[in-house]
């Protein structure tokens, strides 16, 4: 445990608790509860450093008057004390997402955001609300499965992958890992989560489970029909792989020679393409029966339809800088088998590269019942004249360096024009910004700009 919490940094699901402080820890546990859970971790630094300000004495009092602080308590799990190699002692928690909405005593409802609690405003707490109501569906035992029904060639590959993702292979039995990541119940029957990640065959009893891929040979549905189609099934990590195979051979691609090095252009960016039928797969909404998921390729652009609106309090306004999944055993599955480098910047990723290779930024469209992306091929000119001729020396410049590297964030911009005062920096960014020349990703620390 030591090496794989004090060696990380705080984030989404991670946090670190220096000295005793009440209110931030009841925060935290109701942010990691209203959130996808999380993991608290008290005595330590966020540099990773052993303070040794909290006593095995403290943890009791603090833990209980911090659960008071919020409605209704917040559940902890696996609560354990660890002692460091290099000396000094911490304390280890768990919490687990709930099925509930918590609020603190003050009535805030807060979630994690990254490294920080943000507190819900009213149609959040109600998007929030909506959904929780629903149940955890992933969660729930699949009737007339049983373990049997389970790939062990897929949990074996799972395992391996998970070894080397973590550094350490798991030391128990395989059904107490099954159980720990939520393949199982108590009674060892198969969940959904697990019949979609390790099934031999899951469509059998989650028909809804699997992706439909048609590719149109014009840019309506109708008119010159389509030129294929075909149906995905197996386990999750199956239909990645063989729906990317499939929009991979779809894909036109032109080979460009730049020296002595031979580049291959694709119609869509990879990692784009990857990351939104990543995306599809973790977070659809499989109560839906009677639907899969769809990816429509058109003659101008790629569509990939999910099943179930957005989950949680994302909305289209904050998808770029929130996370929230509807399927954390699903999510965490599919990470530690290496599909998702870091949660939350899968749609970071996609925006990013497509105006990197000069497509516009993605579109996004969500109803009640469905979320759509939509990856547009139309190469499309960096910098309009008109805008060029109205731009200084330095935002040119800022344009350039976006051209080369995809993205600009407000210290490389400080880099290029190192005599400009910061401020006058960050105005001319602000401006480009309101002239919808670039787009804004993320906050703080973490901002950066890409051409919009």
């Known amino acids: 445990m030591y090496v794989d919490i004090s060696s990380r940094k705080p984030g989404q699901q991670l946090e670190y608790l220096p000295r005793p402080d ?28 052993v303070t040794n300000e909290i006593s095995e004495e403290d943890v009791e009092g603090l833990l209980q008057q911090s659960i008071m602080e919020s409605v209704p308590p917040v559940e902890i799990r696996n609560l354990h004390k660890e002692e460091l190699p290099e000396g ?60 049997e029904d389970f790939s062990a060639e897929v949990i074996e ?12 292979s798991w030391e128990g039995s395989r059904e107490d890992l099954l159980q720990a990541i939520g393949a199982v119940d108590q009674h060892l029957r198969p969940t959904v989560a697990g019949l979609l990640l ?56 032109e080979a460009v020679v730049k020296g002595l090095v031979r580049e291959e252009h694709t119609e869509y960016p990879r990692v784009a393409v990857r990351e939104a039928l990543v995306n599809a797969v973790c977070h659809r909404d499989y109560r839906i ?12 652009r790629l569509e990939i339809v999910s099943p179930g609106g957005l989950p949680g309090y994302i909305t289209l306004d904050n998808i770029l800088e929130e996370h929230y999944s509807r399927n954390p055993r699903i999510v965490n ?9 870091e949660l939350g910047l899968g749609m970071d990723r996609i925006f990013e590269s497509m105006t990197r290779e000069g497509h516009p930024p993605p579109e996004l469209d969500s109803t009640p019942y469905r979320f759509m992306i939509t990856l547009k091929n139309v190469k499309r000119p960096v910098l309009m004249p008109e805008w060029e001729s109205s731009m200084n020396e330095r935002q040119l ?45 993320g906050e703080k620390k973490g901002t950066y700009y890409i051409l919009k």
Not at 94 to 123: I, Y
Not at 132 to 142: L, N, Q
Not at 209 to 225: A, D, I, N, Q, Y
Not at 333 to 341: T, V
């Open 198 to 253: 390790f099934g031999k065959n899951p469509e059998y009893f989650l028909p809804q489970s699997g992706l439909v891929f048609v590719h149109f040979r014009g840019t309506e549905p109708k008119g010159e029909g389509y030129g294929r189609r075909e149906e995905i099934h197996g386990h999750l990590a199956k239909v990645i792989e063989r729906a990317w195979q499939v929009i991979w051979e779809e894909m036109d691609k």
């Open 157 to 168: 590959e799972y395992e391996r992958k998970r070894s080397e993702r973590t550094g350490r």
């Open 333 to 341: 599955g599919l990470m530690q088998w290496g599909y998702i480098e």
């Open 88 to 147: 000094g002692e911490i304390f280890v928690m768990e919490v687990p997402r709930s099925p509930e909405v918590h609020t603190l005593l003050d009535g805030r409802v807060v979630v994690r955001s990254g490294t920080e609690n943000r507190t819900l405003q009213g149609p959040e707490i109600r998007h929030l609300a909506s959904t929780r109501s629903t149940g955890d569906f992933e969660s729930e035992p699949v009737p007339g499965a049983t373990v």
């Open 289 to 300: 029966s009677g639907r899969k998921i769809e990816v429509k390729m058109f003659a101008d």
């Open 22 to 49: 009440k209110e931030r820890l009841a925060e935290t546990l109701v942010a990691f509860a209203n959130s996808d859970g999380g993991i608290v971790v008290l005595g330590l630094s966020p540099s990773g450093e």
């Open 397 to 441: 410049k800022a344009l350039q360096y976006i051209q080369e590297h995809g993205r600009i964030t407000n210290r490389e911009y400080r880099r290029l024009c190192p005599h400009v005062s910061a401020e006058t920096l960050r105005l001319d960014l602000v401006d480009l910004v309101n002239r919808g020349v670039l787009l804004k990703i």
